[in-house]
């Protein structure tokens, strides 16, 4: 994988998981916490480019969803 590719790769694993920490039932969180860390660790040994930035495009539509389904809470 390019450097560039693992670089936008981790960003997203860390955006999803920091995006997904703000989920306000316990249940939804943990279970997204799990299934983005399950996810990422299933698809670590992928080498071919064009599959690398169809999961990429996946994980990027996956943060959008998260994004809208979580509500900022504000203090």
Known sequence: MAASSRAQVLDLYRAM??????FS?????TYAIRRIRDAFRENKNVQDPVEIQTLVNKAKRDLGMIRRQVIPEFH
């Open 25 to 29: 039932a316990y249940n939804y969180r």
């Open 17 to 22: 998981l920091r995006e997904s920490k703000h």
